[in-house]
């Protein structure tokens, strides 16, 4: 079994800043890609950032300049260091991992999701 595990959630004003960190652990034998989503009320889930193992980046053109995904990889862990935060940044935040398996199965995890609310 995999588990992603996320942190960091949680209330901020306009303009504020909050770091999310995204564990992923069990029968991994390797990881391609690490990344986050987000998914407002009322609205479809959506890229938010995403990282290679390589090291290739991309992001949302709503969030590019304020927001920086990087990775561990040695701890399967990625984080996304979100500035400048809008009231529309509001949303349950989802780590997503593409991986596989020890018994070499490909697939993607999600992770239970996060609270980020950004509101005066």
């Known amino acids: 079994q995999v588990q992603l595990v996320e942190s960091g959630g949680g209330l901020v004003q306009p303009g504020g800043s909050l770091r999310l960190s995204c564990a992923a652990s069990?029968?991994?034998?390797?990881?391609?890609?690490m990344g986050w989503y987000r998914q407002a009320p009322g609205k479809q889930r959506e890229l938010v950032a995403a990282k290679t193992s390589g090291g290739s980046t991309n992001y949302a053109d709503s969030v590019k300049g304020r927001f920086t995904i990087s990775r561990d990889n040695a701890k399967n862990t990625v984080y996304l260091q979100m500035n400048s935060l809008k009231p529309e940044d509001t949303a349950v935040y989802y780590c997503?991992?593409?991986?596989?398996?020890?018994?070499?199965?490909?697939?993607?995890?999600w992770g239970q999701g996060t609270q980020v609310t950004v509101s005066s």
């Open positions: 997503n991992a593409a991986l596989f398996t020890t018994a070499q199965s490909m697939g993607r995890y």
């Open positions: 069990g029968s991994i034998f390797s990881i391609n890609a």
